[in-house]
């Protein structure tokens, strides 16, 4: 039996095709998560089936004791019937102990299972991931879907032992009047036949209640992470209105879709109750003509009573079973996303101080020196930064929403979204082509294609301009994996010129951050973000704006610092700015995206008109180039003084 944690092996070294999930459909994928549970799932319907036994025998045995004991003056036979009814209700309560915990548990297992699901998929795609699927919609498979899975565990092993216990109460009742027993065996199936049809547009608000959830969710991520911003422009009245909106949308939502839901209720509430009425009129005519006796007809009133419950679990079975095909159809948006990665036949390893070239750009990196890039174009520096590192690069097109407009209903809906998974899977397919040809970035000569994407990430590390920050202890964000020493952390600290991020948590190396570094300005989880790259000593160090949110002071003190931390190792730094390129050992200029210029930055300043309007955006004559030259040096010796 499996245990909790859930034991999931999908897409790890170790797991096998059948681990994986089956994303053909929502329902083979919620026929997986059932069988995912293992011999838990028929152990919990064993147990659910034991619990069933008295609320199925009790009527009977009650009527039995009627019968045979009561009404025939027979004490013994009194007692016998009134112990054995003890026992069964004993053996019930007891099984039903163990049912609420198995039933707790596979919905632990389906919840927590899927984020794991989700997590191993994250962590397999990496920023494929975010190109092709909202931040929002993988937040909510993760949370809400997971845990409409593990309500669906919980109602399927339910309904499964009260179909059982319908069917058997439906037999006792047959044996004993057919009239009587027909009405039993057809009062479950007029109830779905009436409720079907109100299924479908409760489906329909419910997927409309989840989409708008989910765009609710991507809204308050965007939020959380600018909120500072937001401050600073006066924008948090804008984007908090934004999102009472849309809060009342999904309100709006999910006020219909309970409208649905109650009619669904009120249906199965209006049959349970007129079965029972139908029972009882039945039952009475029955023993008045003496086809029943006193007992029979007592039974008969417990199974009528009895029978509302499974009739109740059934539509609650089709709530949820609606509910969980809604978040299985996105969940599978998320799973079904292939790495367009690709181990090579023959994994080369990557060279160390080796010159790094890039042939889209004409780049060339001189290994153990601090080169900087600069470009008018920000984009173009921030792609030459995903070649080097190996990613894809960022296409804002590529992200194909599951959500589809409210307003397409029916075959205009269903359409809709297979055109989705259509641009999807093209998507993907484009993805394949350029991760599976050689990438045009070479290193000693040898092309990243051929080398382990795991090798590369390790000796080539991209630090971008967007900080993500862990919640957890300082030291946990900046040496993740435990390796550094005290020395070495605090090195990396002062070369990032982050002083005042140690001195702002209590508790120093040890001193808790929030979730995303909500306690820290941007500026200082800009330098957080810094000191790992840094401590992490990669072979190849690439930095992309790394001090576009701090002041000049601290900027001028990490230009003055970074050159000697990475002193042997090569550096590679997207920036414009020029304290940091002063210190630079060569500068290259892209223009087009190609390279224009390169040279120190001292002399590209003096010479090339075409540098000077980016670096100090304006046309400067050589000597206020020089000017502007010598007063940065005079500030990066004054604050290496200092």
């Not at 889209?360 to 995903?386: E, H, K, N, Q």
């Not at 407009?405 to 297979?418: F, I, N, Q, V």
């Amino acid at each position: 039996m499996r245990d909790f944690p859930p034991d999931i092996r999908a897409y790890t070294e170790t797991g096998r095709a059948g681990d994986e999930p089956d994303t053909r459909s929502p329902r083979t994928f919620l026929r997986w998560m059932v069988v995912q549970q293992g011999g838990l799932f028929w152990f919990g319907l064993f147990v659910a089936l034991i619990w069933m036994v008295p609320q199925t025998l009790g009527p009977w045995i009650v009527g039995r004791a009627i019968d045979t004991g009561i009404v025939a003056g027979d004490s013994t036979a009194t007692i016998k019937w009134v112990v054995v009814l003890a026992v069964v209700t004993v053996a019930g309560a007891l099984s039903g102990i163990v049912f609420h915990t198995v039933i707790v548990r596979e919905w632990l297992i389906a919840l927590y299972g899927t984020t794991m699901l989700v997590t191993r998929k994250a962590l397999r795609l990496g920023h494929v991931l975010t190109r092709r699927t909202p931040t929002g919609e993988v937040l909510s498979v993760s949370g809400s879907d997971g845990d409409q899975f593990g309500a669906l565990m919980e109602i399927t092993t339910r309904a499964f032992s009260q179909l059982a216990a319908y069917l058997v109460v439906a037999a006792i009742v047959l044996t004993t009047s057919v009239r009587m027993g027909l009405l039993v065996l057809v009062s479950a199936p007029l109830l779905v036949l009436l409720g079907a049809p109100l299924l479908r547009p409760m489906q329909r608000w419910q997927g409309v209640e989840r989409s708008r959830n989910s765009e609710l969710t991507s809204m308050a991520t965007d939020i959380v992470a600018g909120l500072r911003i937001l401050r600073g422009i006066g924008g948090e009245e804008t984007f908090g209105g934004n999102y009472a909106a849309q809060s009342q949308r999904v309100r709006q939502s999910g006020v219909a879709a309970g409208r649905w839901l109650s009619a669904v209720e009120s249906v199965g509430v209006l049959l349970s109750g007129g079965f029972v009425v139908a029972l009882l009129w039945l039952g009475t005519r029955e023993l008045a003509v003496g086809r029943l006796t006193v007992g029979q007809f007592v039974s008969f009133l417990g199974y009528g009573l009895f029978l509302v419950q499974p009739m109740r679990t059934f539509v609650e079975f089709a709530q949820k079973w609606t509910r969980s095909v809604v978040s299985a159809r996105k969940a599978i948006a998320v799973y079904e996303q292939r790495s367009p990665w690709h181990r090579p036949a023959q994994g080369r390893e990557l060279p160390s101080d080796a010159t790094i070239i890039d042939e889209v750009s004409g780049v060339t990196i001189s290994p153990g020196r601090l080169t900087m890039v600069v470009s008018a174009v920000p984009d173009d520096t921030a792609a030459l930064a995903d070649r080097l590192g190996r990613y894809l690069p960022n296409d804002e097109e590529a992200l194909v929403s599951e959500e589809i407009p409210e307003e397409l209903k029916g075959r205009a809906a269903r359409r809709e979204r297979s055109r989705r998974a259509a641009a999807r899977a093209a998507q993907a397919d484009r993805d394949d082509e350029r991760a599976g040809r050689p990438w045009g970035v070479t290193v000693g000569g040898v092309d990243l294609f051929e080398i382990p994407l795991e090798v590369v990430r390790e000796g080539i590390l991209v630090s971008d301009t967007t900080p993500q920050v862990f919640a957890g202890t300082l030291r946990s964000a900046v040496d993740p994996l435990g390796r550094l020493t005290r020395e070495q952390a605090e090195r990396a600290l002062y070369t990032a010129a982050a002083d005042d991020v140690f001195d702002a948590l209590p508790g120093g190396w040890q001193g808790e951050l929030d979730e995303r570094g909500r306690g820290l300005s941007g500026g200082q989880r800009q330098r957080l973000v810094l000191m790992r790259a840094l401590a992490a000593d990669p072979e190849v160090l690439v930095l992309v704006e790394p001090t576009s949110a701090v002041d000049a002071h601290t900027e001028a003190a990490i230009a003055a610092r970074l050159g000697e931390h990475r002193a042997g190792r090569t550096t590679v730094v997207m920036t414009a700015s020029p304290l940091l390129l002063h210190h630079a050992d060569e500068v290259v200029l892209l223009v087009g995206g190609r390279v224009s210029e390169r040279g120190r930055h001292s002399d590209l300043l003096a010479g090339s008109a075409t540098y000077r309007a980016v670096v100090v955006r304006g046309d400067l004559e050589p000597d206020d180039a020089r000017d502007s030259t010598s007063s940065d040096v005079l500030a990066s010796t004054g604050e290496s003084a200092r």
